[in-house]
């Protein structure tokens, strides 16, 4: 996994409460196998006028002017801005691998959904809380200054303005910011305490056996 | 000893160690498999060069791509054949306790074959790639959906790191009233404390109207539990979840049998156990649900009416309700017994079991659907459920008033298969999640219970199933 320290990147808006992961990448697009490639299907159905499949040569379908990625200012962006619950619905990881294959490095909402912000974790994407008005105030930001940039620095744990006038300090588990930081395989790590797990594994089929 | 809740017995007695900040190394006893979020695991652990930590926790089944008609074609479409042959080289490379695959007698939903063949068991830890795990919390398990990710993680460690969520008790007192059903309680829910009300939390359910559903009831309102926000649902073993799994090809028999129903009569809260959150509902002031928008809590009664956005004061709501209305094609303040409807759909796993199927069966019986629905179809949720409905004669009663009698798998709760709505087409569904293009692209999905799916089906728009019966 890629490491997290510091990232500064363009901000993206997107103005809307509860965006599913249905939205975030559709179900006909669920049907690889592979961990890649999903950014161009990325918000397929709000980004694209045409109905979207798999294969399709998404350089030769019509966009939706209207969406904010779609639009100049925003192309290229690493953050995106987000309304409250973003990520809710289907467990897919298929969309923090959309949103990561698309470019995206870190989200800023108010909240989000539990799976999806556990997913993102694992991806390398750091899925960033502050309060609804820190929030409204980026939004009305990125709406005011074209070419709008963040910093964010993990281990500091902040969002800063490029020209210092606002910083915003956000929270983050200690351990998940450890394996972010690092960009560590968790499961190597959890295999460190195999030994661990075989004996409450022997004491369980012990106690439960018919759980075996 | 403080007083434990039923989630926090479920907890505790899974962790294998626990870091300074809270993190803890949880053990999952059943990790449910399927093929749209496994392949890629697979991959990894291979590439990692490491092998499953212990297969006979494994149940798995094809059901997400699967076709529902011409099973003697085989997988037709090359994108879902190709997830489905990988999941089955998959079980033939590694193993499984119990593997379903395509066509097989015992397939289905995995949330359905999981609870109907006992292998979900109280005192579980039970993960799955897929939200809708929540469902098996019904028999006193702690049940919740993972990422691919995680997936790889309890293949190769039979542990997730993970958090404990804070507790919610929701207490629904009361009794349902007659032409109610375990899914409008979970609607009804939604539409209290909303599809973020739960977020951060695991749900116990509990109260008199709580202990008198069936383990089918049970399982809708777990099933749910994510479209309130919350990863797990539960409910206390009592009576009924006990003899439900009595007899069933994985539970415990003869003495260990007893043994297993010593402890299970555990596993409910303590009195006087503390939840950081408790929401009461009164059943008897719930009517059957239908939503009208694009996500689960934008939910009224049949009594009741489309929204009006000029009456919504917070911005952000407003502009939701106007989108949704926008994408549903509905006015304000529309009746919701004005809604017609092209389409219906029986099934999912919120709604495929045997029970489900009686009830719309009893509503469809000796009618006829109504000539403006194009297509009603009934998917029932494992090959199981579709034996034992057949033996009761529900799919005669279903194809004599024009429905289409399918066979088991997800369907079209998300259409990965062939089975979809066309842009604009509206749906009476059973189905979880009326999000935008969930059920086809430009698809309009209402949320109904199966008895009102059926009663819509007939009357070609929505009615109130207590007055149709």
Redesign the interface.
């Known amino acids: 996994m890629q490491p997290f320290r510091i990232v500064t990147g363009l901000v993206a808006p997107l103005?809307?409460?509860?965006v599913?992961t249905?939205?975030i990448i559709?179900?006909?697009f669920?049907?690889?196998?592979?961990?890649s490639g999903f950014g161009a299907n990325l918000f397929d159905?709000w980004r694209y006028l045409d109905?979207?499949e798999?294969g399709n040569d998404h350089s030769k379908r019509p966009v939706n002017p209207d969406f904010a990625l779609n639009q100049p200012r925003y192309r290229g962006a690493q953050i995106l801005l987000a309304?409250?619950?973003f990520g809710?619905?289907?467990?897919?990881?298929h969309a923090?691998w959309a949103l990561a294959d698309y470019g995206f490095r870190a989200l800023i909402a108010p909240?989000?959904?539990?799976?999806f912000f556990?997913?993102c974790y694992?991806?390398g994407l750091l899925p960033i809380v502050l309060s609804e008005s820190e929030v409204a105030r980026l939004f009305d930001d990125v709406a005011a200054f074209p070419g709008f940039r963040l910093t964010i620095d993990l281990e500091r744990q902040t969002v800063g303005t490029t020209d210092g006038s606002a910083t915003f300090k956000f929270e983050v588990?200690?351990?998940?910011k450890h394996c972010l930081l690092n960009g560590l395989d968790?499961?190597g790590?959890?295999?460190t305490?195999?030994g661990?797990?075989a004996a409450?594994?022997a004491k369980?089929k012990i106690e439960?056996?018919?759980?075996? | 000893m403080t007083a434990r809740t039923l989630y926090d017995k479920l907890w505790d007695s899974h962790v294998?160690?626990r870091?300074?900040?809270?993190?803890a190394?949880l053990?999952i006893?059943r990790h449910l498999v399927h093929e749209?979020?496994s392949?890629?695991a697979f991959?990894g652990l291979k590439l990692?060069g490491?092998k499953p930590?212990?297969v006979?926790s494994i149940v798995a089944t094809a059901d997400?791509?699967t076709p529902t008609q011409h099973w003697d074609r085989g997988i037709e479409d090359p994108?879902?054949r190709?997830?489905v042959d990988?999941l089955d080289a998959n079980m033939r490379q590694y193993g499984a306790k119990a593997y379903f695959p395509f066509r097989d007698r015992r397939q289905g939903i995995v949330h359905v074959i999981g609870p109907e063949n006992g292998a979900t068991?109280p005192?579980?830890t039970v993960v799955c790639?897929?939200?809708h795990t929540s469902t098996h919390g019904a028999f006193g398990c702690l049940a919740?959906?993972?990422?691919?990710?995680?997936v790889?993680?309890v293949l190769?460690?039979?542990?997730l790191?993970?958090?404990q969520?804070k507790s919610m008790l929701v207490r629904v007192d009361g009794a349902l009233p007659f032409g109610c059903t375990a899914k409008d309680i979970a609607l009804a829910v939604i539409g209290k404390i909303g599809?973020?009300g739960g977020?951060?939390y695991a749900i116990e359910f509990g109260g008199p109207a709580i202990e008198a559903l069936s383990m089918e009831g049970r399982m809708t309102v777990c099933n749910m539990s994510?479209?309130a926000?919350?990863?797990a649902g539960m409910i206390a073993v009592d009576d009924k979840t006990i003899a439900y799994l009595r007899g069933l090809p994985f539970?415990?028999s003869a003495e260990?049998?007893d043994?297993?129903v010593a402890?299970w009569r555990t596993l409910s809260s303590d009195p006087g156990a503390k939840f950081d959150r408790v929401v009461a509902v009164d059943a008897a002031t719930i009517a059957p649900q239908v939503t009208w928008g694009t996500?689960p809590?934008m939910v009224t009664t049949i009594e009741g009416r489309v929204p009006d956005p000029d009456k919504e004061r917070d911005p952000?709501?407003r502009?939701?309700i106007e989108?949704a209305l926008l994408y549903m094609g509905l006015a304000p303040n529309t009746p919701m017994t004005d809604i017609r409807i092209d389409k219906v759909f029986i099934g999912s796993c919120t709604n495929s079991r045997i029970e489900d199927l009686r009830a719309a069966a009893a509503v469809v019986s000796g009618r006829h659907k109504a000539d403006n629905v194009k297509l009603a179809m009934v998917v029932p949720g494992s090959g199981l459920v579709k034996a034992q409905a057949e033996r009761e004669g529900l799919d005669r009663v279903f194809t004599a008033a024009g429905f289409e009698w399918r066979e088991p798998g997800c369907s079209m709760c998300?259409?990965?298969n062939e089975d979809r709505l066309e842009?604009g087409e509206r749906c009476a569904s059973t189905s979880n999640?009326n999000?935008?293009?969930?059920q086809g692209?430009?698809g309009r999905t209402h949320l109904v219970s199966p008895a009102m799916a059926a009663a819509a089906a007939i009357a070609g728009h929505f009615v109130d199933v207590r007055r149709h019966s």
């Not at chain 1, 909240?111 to 799976?115: E, G």
């Not at chain 2, 870091?19 to 993190?23: C, S, V, Y």
């Not at chain 2, 190769?156 to 542990?159: F, G, L, N, R």
């Open positions: 103005d809307r409460a509860n599913d249905d939205a559709p179900k006909q669920l049907k690889s196998v592979n961990r159905s109905k979207g798999p309304r409250r619950n809710c619905g289907s467990s897919r990881e923090p909240s989000y959904a539990d799976i556990n997913n694992k991806n588990e200690p351990f998940r968790e499961i790590l959890t295999l305490h195999a661990e797990i409450f594994e369980r439960q056996p018919w759980l075996f | 294998v160690r870091e300074a900040d809270g993190t190394l053990y006893d749209v979020t392949p890629q991959e990692a490491r930590w212990r006979g997400h791509n994108t879902s190709v997830q990988a068991l005192g579980m790639g897929d939200s919740f959906g993972i990422g691919t990710t995680e790889e993680h190769a460690t039979q542990c790191l993970t958090r969520s599809t973020a977020s951060g994510i479209e926000g919350a990863r539970a415990p260990m049998w043994r297993a402890y996500s809590e952000t709501r502009d939701g989108r998300l259409a990965m842009p999640r999000f935008e293009g969930r692209t430009g």
